[in-house]
């Protein structure tokens, strides 16, 4: 077994490997992070009570606010430079909003100004409310995220590691060859798996610091039972690439056959969104998915902080799933081309 | 290993590939390798040497027919056999990224005994590239590297099919070397080849394939020698010779006395004769009677080309160039 992982000790070009789910988890961390507090640029047009208007606005700190003349906040509204103007009316109990109501930050901004001018008239509120910021980490889309991009970095590592590596080497008949040697077949197979995992453990451990360094994604369970899921899922899709790789003649063909077995898999078992969306009847199979239990051990390990004890059944079919897939593969292999 | 036992007997041995229509690769063959022996599958391409030897090998199964290799059978002591013979294929690319001495250690790694790594590449004079990557060795020293693949486990019985093909004389040469002195060690050796000459400096006995069959088999000696004549006159016709003289000179070719056989294709004439200088001189004449003018004449020994020629009607080289 160990002198077969020496025969994959190849510097193949894995910057793919390594480098695609962390631009992935910086793409969409990016994309899904918590925004900053939003601002607004009121202008107010030039009137002899406009100074009083710009004081109130401006004690708000949301609110750019500046005075101009008429034409100039036409020209700015219109440019998107401002989100609304303030004309204000001959005393300080009428003033007029010009908007746009179909920009979202318009609205939001006349609400916004609406408030201080009132509040500055005199207006008291009959309900004092507070707001709660909610933004802990363990609940946001990044942490809901990042369990999911390692299961399927998982997925994808073993089976293009695997089912290419394996399809190359019937191509080039070193399989044959092999074939033509005492070697054990099950040695074989067992040491392209464990090979894999040389690759796949690294590739996990790097994505998990890294979205823990940047994105502040921890592991509320045990490291150990984090290392094991890993581990298993690693075993598990590196059994089913060699299954998929197991009668495929040319990289067509074996690369046909994986996107066939990986692309349900990408939409049903939760990667980027919960599978509780899809119907009631369908979800028991999506469950046996060889992804999902996978995904949903890891979820649970590093946002509820599981034990391993408390994920029976998820371990029970990810076992399952290597087992068959490793046994019919040395079933079916097809060592000449 | 005794002697006088067999390292391998097939007999009737048949390979038909399913297709349409069905291709007989292989049509009732029959061979004995006496141990220690070195033995030589020649035949032009498609004539089922590989097909033969990979079957042989254990890689194939045939359509019927028995086959025992080192007195064992393939259906039940698959392991032992192949912890005992040695396999080079005829196209096997290795791993371009791992270097001589991992794939060395690799491969030994399969048996249960043999050579050191470091010895089956001093064998094959590949110990100065032991650090190389393969992706880094010529076609000559990747040769070299597939027969130290071959001897590692140190087999009773190496194959090796077509293992100088696409090779340089020199290195063709520096392979034979290393073949003759792996069979001092007592070995037997089978080897696939379309190259005549090879057969007949390396092996000891030959087979000639054709179409799925053996159609000469001996020493290389004794099959040149069933020619009945040792010299081989080879010419050129003029290309504007009527087609009339053209018959009547094949006519008294075939009269000349001192000429055995006499082979037309098209321009080219293919004479064997026992005696070269009588047979010369009986060709000259005639052609001076003639008045035919001939160009390219050589003269040489016959080889095992010319045994097959005289079998099958063709040229090796003709396939070869298909």
């Known amino acids: ?154 997925m994808g590592g073993g089976l293009w590691g695997v089912g290419f590596a394996v399809v190359d080497m019937r191509i080039r008949k070193l399989l044959k060859r092999f074939l033509a040697t005492p070697m054990k077949k099950s040695h074989f197979l067992m040491g392209a798996m464990a090979s894999r995992l040389v690759f796949m453990v690294p590739e996990i451990i790097l994505l998990v610091v890294f979205s823990w360094l940047f994105f502040d994604v921890r592991v509320y369970g045990s490291w150990f039972a984090l290392f094991i899921l890993v581990l298993l899922g690693a075993v598990e899709f590196s059994g089913i690439g060699l299954l998929v790789a197991s009668r495929a003649r040319t990289l067509e063909s074996v690369s046909g056959l994986m996107n066939l077995v990986m692309l349900p898999m990408w939409t049903l078992s939760g990667v980027f969104f919960s599978y509780d969306r899809f119907p009631e009847v369908v979800q028991p199979v999506i469950r046996l998915l060889p992804l999902t239990p996978l995904i949903d051990a890891l979820r649970k390990v590093m946002l509820e902080g599981a034990t391993l004890g408390m994920l029976g059944p998820e371990l029970l079919i990810m076992s399952a799933w290597t087992a068959v897939c490793f046994g019919l593969a040395l079933k079916i292999f097809r060592w000449t081309d | 290993m005794n002697k006088d036992s067999l390292a391998i007997d097939c007999k009737q041995l048949f390979k038909t590939y399913p297709g349409k229509p069905p291709v007989e690769a292989v049509r009732g ?61 005829q196209e096997t690319k290795l791993s371009d990224r791992l270097t001589v001495a991992e794939t060395t250690a690799l491969f030994r790694s399969f048996y249960r005994d043999g050579l050191a790594p470091e010895e089956a590449l001093e064998l094959v004079a590949l110990t100065d590239k032991s650090k190389a990557w393969i992706k880094t060795l010529s076609g000559g020293q990747k040769q070299r590297l597939a027969v130290a693949l071959a001897i590692v486990g140190d087999p009773d019985l190496l194959f090796l099919d077509e293992p100088t093909t696409g090779l340089d004389p020199s290195s063709r040469r520096q392979l034979w070397d290393i073949i003759r002195s792996f069979r001092q060690r007592n070995k037997t050796v089978m080897i696939t080849t379309h190259y005549m000459e090879e057969a007949e400096r390396l092996c000891d006995r030959v087979a000639i394939f054709d179409q799925g069959q053996v159609i000469a088999l001996g020493t290389p000696r004794e099959l040149i020698a069933s020619l009945g004549a040792e010299h081989v006159v080879e010419f050129t016709l003029p290309a504007d010779l009527p087609a009339q003289e053209r018959q009547s000179l094949n006519e008294s070719l075939n009269d000349l006395p001192a000429l055995e056989q006499v082979e037309v294709a098209g321009d080219s004439v293919h004479v064997t004769a026992a005696d070269s200088h009588s047979a010369l001189r009986q060709l000259f004449g005639l052609l001076e009677q003639r008045q035919v003018d001939i160009s390219s004449l050589t003269t040489r020994h016959a080889s095992l080309e010319d045994v097959f020629v005289h079998l099958t009607g063709r040229y090796l080289s003709d396939d070869l160039a298909g």
């Open chain 1, 1 to 154: 077994m160990a002198r077969l992982r020496e025969f994959y000790r190849q510097p193949e070009a894995i910057f793919w490997v390594y480098f695609f789910p962390i631009l992935l988890v910086v793409a969409l961390g990016v994309a899904f992070r918590n925004k900053p507090v939003e601002r607004f640029t009121v202008d107010v047009q030039l009137a002899p009570r406009s100074s009083e208007i710009v004081a109130a606005l401006g004690a708000d700190s949301r609110v750019q606010v500046q005075a101009y003349d008429l034409a100039a906040c036409q020209q700015r509204l219109r440019t998107g430079k401002s989100d609304l103007y303030v004309v204000p009316g001959a005393d300080l109990h009428s003033v007029e909003y010009v908007l746009d109501p179909t920009r979202p930050g318009s609205v939001v901004a006349k609400n916004l100004a609406d408030q201080r001018i009132q509040e500055a008239a005199g207006r008291i509120d009959p309900v004092q409310v507070t707001i709660q910021q909610y933004n802990e980490p363990g609940s946001r889309y990044i942490d809901f995220l990042v369990p999911g991009l390692l299961g399927m970095g998982l």
């Open chain 2, 29 to 89: 063959v029959d061979l004995q390798v006496h141990s220690g022996e070195c033995f030589g599958v020649l035949g032009p391409n498609g004539a089922g040497k590989t097909t033969t030897i990979e079957i042989l090998e254990g890689l194939l199964p045939p359509t019927s027919g028995s086959v025992r290799v080192l007195d064992m059978d393939w259906s039940t002591q698959e392991v032992d056999i192949r912890q005992h013979i040695g396999v080079s294929l």
